[in-house]
């Protein structure tokens, strides 16, 4: 018991030593401004209105089989809402799906199957479609790969 009286006495003197009231002197009290220039203040500096408003997925988009959306403005300008834990994010659509072969992709005819390689900067991707069920551009793709070259005739060396 006797220490809680110390430290509370201790506690005491502290604060009365940091308080700023009790160590300074009384100072006469500030000129009041007139309430003309109290009034202009305040109305010179309305509170700012919040501009940012969080996107939302518009009400027309179509939703795809990835768990996005799908949705063409006014404009005509095509865009992919997705929402993610840190709220809706918006990406303006390329010109091809995420699944659909590049340039840069091989195909390789295996009979009523095409198997297609395509490099990424995880190693090659590799999947296999039924030709029946090949996109635009993966049909594209097959045929301007597995077309036959057009050469002309040569002689054999040596005739002319």
Known sequence: MKTFVIFLAAAA??????DPQATTPAQPPAKKKSTAAATTKA???PAPKPTYQPLTIPKE???NGNGGFSYTDKAGKKWLYINTPFGVSRAPEAGSSPDSPSLSAKAFDQGDSVRFEQATPFGTRTWEKKKSDL???ERR???????PAQTTPTAPAGQN
């Open 13 to 18: 003197l502290t604060l009365a030593a940091t």
């Open 43 to 45: 109305a010179v500096k």
């Open 61 to 63: 988009a179509v939703p």
């Open 135 to 137: 996109t635009d551009d």
């Open 141 to 147: 793709l097959v045929e301007t790969q597995t077309a």
